[in-house]
């Protein structure tokens, strides 16, 4: 096995729960996902670097009360994430997922207990507390995910994580502060298959919509431009065309044998003809000439450079 570097899935309604139920499937690889609440965490860190950003980044905490960046605030936002999280493992909320959507591992996927979390939240807290610095913040955090992850490791049974949380790859500098050296692996997806689908879901307008999805994965290339051996993109559409072939290779980019055909041959198995759904694929767009216009206007030279139709 090559070096095992922490490994971090990013991508904006992309494929990401698939990619990760797979290489989850791998023999030592722990997949664990949906930690949102680690972003509050690293939101904070790039406030604290970024002061300039903070009005942006209120935007996007969630839930939206208590606002503000303070380590009481922030634990807060963390806590909330942490169990509507569990509730949706448990069933006792829904997971936001399409009827249609079907994993082997699921929607999400935590194997720690809400208590033994609870206790790592406090003892972040307290370290946080007050007016810390940079460093203090960063240091906590990854203590913090580290003992998250071994946790989660440990209920796997499963020596290495892999984390899947679609916005955590633009947060690749501050995960580098905590953890040191990380692996990132973007997932594309046609802009304008993204962005009808978070319409359907009340996510935002046209014209917000084209922009998140063009500033996520810019954002994420910014953050990893000086450590490009560490990055991949892959396309959506290549993953469920080939999965053998592109698999294979984001499992040896991260560091794990190449196990992909035994891992596409169990997945098809399990799911028969409804596997890899590549009937999605090139379809024609259902939004109308006006949102058409006002997506090729914000995202139309990301979708060319990708190499999707506009």
């Known amino acids: 096995m090559a070096e ?27 997949p664990w996902f949906e930690t949102k609440m680690l972003c509050e965490a690293l939101r904070w860190l790039y406030v604290l670097k970024h002061s300039e950003e903070e009005q942006f980044e209120r935007q996007y905490i969630n839930p939206p009360e208590p606002a503000g960046f303070t380590a ?3 634990r807060a936002r963390m806590e ?18 399409a009827a249609h959507e079907q994993y082997s591992i699921g929607f999400d996927c935590l194997s720690y207990d809400l208590e033994s979390a609870l206790v790592m939240l406090d003892q972040w807290e307290q370290t946080t507390a007050g007016a810390p610095d940079y ?13 998250l992850g071994a946790a989660h490791s440990a209920g796997q049974n499963k020596p290495l994580w892999i984390n899947k ?3 955590i790859s633009r947060f690749a500098d501050e995960l580098r502060d905590c953890l040191g050296e990380c692996r990132v692996i973007y997932m594309v997806r046609n ?48 993953l469920v065309s080939d999965p053998q072939t ?34 999605k694929i090139n379809r024609k767009s259902s939004l109308n000439d006006q949102e058409l216009a006002e997506f090729s206007a914000v995202a139309g030279a990301l979708q060319k450079e990708l190499g999707y139709s506009e």
């Open 4 to 30: 095992y570097k922490p490994v971090f899935i990013g991508g904006f309604r992309s494929g990401t729960t698939l990619l990760v139920n797979l290489m989850g499937m791998h023999d030592q690889a722990a």
């Open 80 to 97: 909330f994430d942490l169990r509507s999280t569990l509730d949706r493992i448990s069933g006792a909320q829904h997971s936001g997922k």
């Open 165 to 167: 949380t679609p916005e």
């Open 246 to 279: 592109v698999l294979g290779e984001l499992l040896e980019f991260s560091g794990l044998e190449n196990q992909a055909g035994e891992i596409v041959a169990q997945y098809a198995r399990h799911f028969d003809e409804n596997a890899f759904d590549r009937s």
């Open 191 to 238: 802009g304008l298959s993204v962005v009808e689908s978070a319409k359907k879901l009340g996510w935002g307008d046209v014209g917000v919509l084209a922009h998140n999805w063009c500033a996520l994965l810019e954002k994420t290339r910014s953050a990893m431009a000086q450590q490009k051996q560490d990055y991949r993109e892959v396309r959506y559409e290549d």
């Open 72 to 74: 009481a605030a922030v």
């Open 135 to 147: 460093e203090t913040v960063a240091k906590a955090t990854g203590e913090l995910i580290n003992q």
